[in-house]
């Protein structure tokens, strides 16, 4: 059995409220810590601390059900991240409570060692928004869970595909904006696909193209930054967002902007050069 199948094999027997084959897959030294807003935060310790973390939250709720959702990480790794699902009903209030729980899962000598749960503190989010203005952190379950859905996307479209992609977006964009007379501070040749940085013509202020693109079309590109601000915005073609529909989109936008501020673009030509840059 490798430490995947015993990490499953563990939430398998919690399920089952088999709490003896739980305790058997805990190493002595094993430690978790759950977030100090909630009624039983802190950390516990070693199988007594396990034993009395669970009383709290047994504590805490009645009818308490969890359920391994994924496990992500090598079958043969001594890390895991699990995500599962917890409900209850509060024993105070008589409300349910139903959430998902990213969890850290790390194994020494095939025995869990160490749990470290993410899941939103809303204590946190109340020290900052009160009179003290204590800062505040977002958890990261949110973004660990997009980067697994994020990978899964790249290895299915495949590498080579993905890299080709984004160089037909690129120059799609690029070739319509050398007819909306829009010229490029970096030359092709030197410009990654994925960002494309761009001169405004005399007579655009920056602000006020940049303002009309988000308040008018919903799209927001970035300013310059240092001794190029407000010479120059920045377009980023990168991930799902690398395809024709949404440079064509831009594209659009970015001439009506010009028009916006009195200089003449040929939207027209500007689209048909990106169809054709892009093989369409």
Avoid at 70 to 88: M, Q, T, Y
Avoid at 105 to 131: A, E, H, N, S
Avoid at 236 to 254: K, S, Y
Wanted: aromatic share 8%; hydrophobic share 45%.
């Amino acid at each position: 059995m490798n430490n995947k199948q015993r990490l499953q094999a563990l939430f398998d027997a919690f399920v089952a409220g088999d709490m003896a084959a739980v305790d058997a897959g805990l190493h002595p030294d094993f430690e978790i810590t759950e977030a100090p807003g909630l009624p039983y935060g802190g950390t516990y310790k070693g199988l007594d601390g396990w034993h009395r973390l669970v009383a709290n939250i047994m504590g805490t709720y009645d009818d308490v059900a969890t359920a391994p959702i994924e496990i992500i990480g090598e079958p043969d790794g001594d890390r895991f991240a699990a995500l599962h699902s917890l409900k209850g009903r509060s024993k105070k209030t008589g409300r349910s409570v139903a959430l998902q729980v990213f969890e850290l899962w790390v194994f020494k000598d095939r025995k869990v060692i160490q749990v470290v749960p993410f899941y939103f503190d809303t204590r946190l989010l109340t020290g900052y928004f009160g009179p003290d203005r204590a800062y505040h952190y977002t958890a990261p379950i949110s973004m660990l869970y997009a980067l697994a859905a994020a990978l899964d996307e790249v290895f299915d479209e495949g590498m080579a595909a993905r890299a080709q992609r984004h160089r037909t977006a690129a120059a799609a964009l690029r070739a319509g904006l050398a007819v909306l007379g829009l010229e490029p501070l970096v030359p092709v040749a030197h410009a990654t696909p994925m960002l494309t940085t761009i001169r405004y013509p005399a007579g655009v202020e920056d602000r006020t193209f940049r303002t009309h693109l988000r308040q008018c079309h919903r799209i927001e590109v970035g300013g310059g930054l240092g001794t190029l601000a407000g010479k120059v915005f920045r377009v980023g073609l990168m991930g799902h967002g690398a395809r024709l529909e949404n440079v064509l989109r831009a594209l659009a936008a970015f001439g009506d902007a010009l028009a916006v501020a009195g200089v003449r673009a040929d939207l027209a030509g500007a689209l048909a050069a990106a169809r054709a840059a892009a093989g369409g």
